[in-house]
């Protein structure tokens, strides 16, 4: 079983050594990471824990899902694994050759229209 958890819905006064300390009351915490904005450098509100034990995972989940932090309801469970081509590029290709009228000089764009 997974010891990773996922704690969603954050409020942006959550720390990384506040997260620890809020997750270690549970069992020894590995790691404990907000995951952060890196053009604002401000929190992205979710963060994940890294438990050393399945057990202390379970027990955190159970106990600390739905809790009110300052006023938000967090979301805490197992991390599930990213999958494959997420993200802003994934795995898609682009090319400007398989769409219609695209370039210059076609359709009276960039000259060639012939005046």
């Excluded at 401000?42 to 379970?58: H, I, L, N, Y």
């Excluded at 997420?86 to 695209?102: I, K, T």
Aim: hydrophobic share 35%; aromatic share 8%.
């Amino acid at each position: 079983m997974s010891t990773k958890i996922y704690v969603g819905n954050l409020p942006y006064s959550v720390t990384d050594a506040s997260l620890k300390s809020n997750f270690a009351e549970f069992g020894s915490v590995t790691s404990a990471k907000v995951m952060m904005d890196r053009e604002s450098g401000r929190s992205k509100g979710f963060a994940f824990v890294e438990m050393a034990s399945a057990d202390a995972s379970q027990a955190a989940i159970a106990a600390l899902n739905g809790m009110s932090v300052d006023g938000r309801s967090i979301v805490v469970n197992l991390a599930k694994p990213r999958e494959e081509g997420r993200g802003s590029s994934g795995n898609r290709e682009f090319r400007a050759s398989s769409r219609p009228n695209v370039g210059y000089g076609n359709d009276g764009y960039g000259g060639g229209s012939g005046y």
